[in-house]
């Protein structure tokens, strides 16, 4: 009889040389996916038999994983903000950090309701819609807003996450370049756009590299193509409104050059940072 520690003992071991000390973690959320059980069963029931129906399904998955397919991608979802969120090879997993970026945007949507205005919101290649979902799900007095890709898969993977979390009427998808799909001035504008320079392709983990959209990814030699693009289109469109605030998401290397560019947009602009769990300067805000 094969139970529930000897798969999670061999999915660890298997595991190890790829990735180490999370290797018992991929192991246990694997086999969460396939019995389809919590957590704490696993933990709670070590000597359960698992079924030659449960095992080789298990032992293909920790195949693909031992082979580097993010695990995200292996179980089809992915929390972000305290939702579920459906992934696949169509979007990039959504990251810890840009969570810094949610609460940025919900501090500022929330002055502006304090202020007796209904701010109009923007993300910006919203791939998964991690932000745009999680600002609507978190902020239930916001009537809408917008979600942008250039990507129309991305979308389609978009609007799934918006049914599943009810805000399909509130989350307006767009499908288009940057800002050319709006079609009204916004009050806040998120992007967390692809900063990855080419140059920097070494750095990759072959998970990412190997799996994630390289259009959600990269964005010219140094990474910073796209986001000068962005800006540029920004200060010249009128997307922004007066007092309006932008939020985004850089490289962890990037504070100093975008900062830069913003500023030759924005001389009289209100320009700050934040940093991440890592202590990355990984958040740049800007109030027009």
Not at 51 to 66: N, S, V
Not at 96 to 113: F, G, M, S, Y
Not at 163 to 185: F, K, M, N, T
Not at 200 to 205: A, K, P, R, S, V
């Amino acid at each position: 009889m094969v139970t529930i520690k000897d798969m999670l003992e061999w999915g660890t071991q298997t595991l190890m040389d790829v990735d180490g000390y999370g290797a018992r973690l991929d192991a246990q959320v694997l086999l969460e996916h396939v019995l389809g059980v919590e957590r704490s069963t696993l933990y709670t029931y070590p000597e359960r038999e698992v079924t030659a129906e449960q095992e080789q399904p298990f032992r293909a998955l920790i195949e693909r994983r031992l082979r580097g397919e993010p695990v995200a991608y292996l179980i089809g979802h992915r929390e972000f903000y305290g939702l579920d969120l459906l992934v696949d090879k169509r979007v990039l997993i959504p990251r810890p950090e840009t969570e810094l970026l949610v609460e940025a945007a919900l501090r500022a949507l929330r002055n502006k309701l304090a202020a007796g205005q209904t701010p109009i919101v923007a993300d910006i290649g919203t791939g998964s819609g991690a932000i745009p979902i999680a600002l609507a799900v978190t902020e239930p007095r916001l009537p809408y807003l917008y979600a942008c890709d250039i990507s129309p898969a991305a979308l389609e993977v978009a609007r799934l996450n918006c049914q599943r979390h009810h805000v399909a009427e509130r989350v307006r998808l767009l499908q288009g370049d940057l800002l050319a799909p709006l079609s009204e001035p916004v009050d806040i504008l998120t992007a967390n756009l692809p900063y990855v320079g080419t140059e920097e392709i070494d750095l990759l983990t072959a998970d990412v590299y190997d799996y994630e959209p390289h259009l959600a990814l990269f964005s010219g030699p140094n990474g910073l193509g796209l986001l000068q693009r962005f800006c540029t289109q920004a200060r010249q469109s009128g997307t922004l409104k007066q007092d309006a605030v932008m939020l985004l998401e850089i490289g962890y290397q990037q504070k100093e050059a975008v900062t830069q560019i913003l500023r030759e947009l924005w001389p009289d602009a209100s320009i700050t940072s934040e940093k991440d769990y890592a202590g990355w300067e990984r958040l740049v805000q800007v109030v027009v």
